[in-house]
């Protein structure tokens, strides 16, 4: 596709359900990296693929969240046992030259 | 760490007022320094950007101006439109390249009054 898609697009959650969220990121970009915005907030850094690899994964906010990208394209984050506190919108971008946000996946946990 | 100050908003103008908002940032080396904007439903997008100091960036008659000495990189526009009500976010990464994650600001919500 021409841009960043993520799905899906809002998801509601009860404490404690595992949750997956997927991008595909613009085809032959070899960076991703998924961000966390709170409400009110700016976006927060969580990982970061090139390719395959998981080079960074400093941002995440703890062993509940996972993220993969097994072929190097399509990434899935995983969060296990949401909590409250992980409700926010969940951004993935793709980069060559600069980076290309996806429109996001709103995850509320209730 | 890095960091990235914005000043506190909302913001609200008048059609055809100067746009200035203010961002400071925090950085060891020599980051690259950007404005991002979030119109109403849509996702994030790159605005301008500057990746040296004293370097202008500059994009739909918004400008900002790299200043080492102050670490600031203030967005301005000498007059706004209705279309440009959005939310700003001013952000820096360490270094120039498709690898680099970037440290954003809080954001600020701009309203462009008729």
């Known amino acids: 596709g021409a841009g960043v898609s993520q799905s899906p697009r809002y998801k509601v959650a009860k404490r404690g359900q595992d949750v997956a969220l997927r991008c595909d990121p613009i085809s032959g970009h070899v960076s991703l990296f998924w961000y966390q915005q709170a409400l009110g907030q700016g976006p927060e850094f969580l990982t970061y693929?090139?390719?395959?690899?998981?080079?960074?994964k400093s941002g995440l906010p703890s062993d509940r969240f996972f993220a993969e990208r097994p072929e190097g394209s399509v990434s899935t984050l995983k969060i296990q046992r949401t909590q409250q506190e992980d409700s926010a919108v969940y951004l993935c971008a793709s980069s060559g030259k600069g980076q290309f946000f996806g429109p996001g996946t709103r995850l509320t946990v209730l | 760490g890095n960091s990235v100050t914005q000043m506190e908003g909302p913001v609200t103008l008048s059609e055809e007022a100067f746009l200035t908002i203010n961002c400071t940032y925090t950085?060891?080396?020599?980051?690259?320094l950007f404005w991002y904007v979030q119109y109403p439903g849509e996702g994030l997008q790159l605005l301008l950007k500057a990746t040296k100091a004293d370097d202008k960036g500059s994009n739909k008659g918004f400008e900002a101006t790299y200043r080492k000495e102050t670490t600031s990189f203030h967005l301005e526009k000498g007059s706004v439109q209705v279309s440009d009500s959005a939310v700003y976010f001013c952000a820096l990464s360490p270094y120039t390249g498709a690898n680099s994650k970037l440290t954003f600001g809080k954001g600020i919500t701009l309203s462009v009054r008729p």
């Open positions: 950085a060891t080396g020599y980051p690259s």
């Open positions: 693929f090139q390719n395959e690899a998981q080079l960074d």
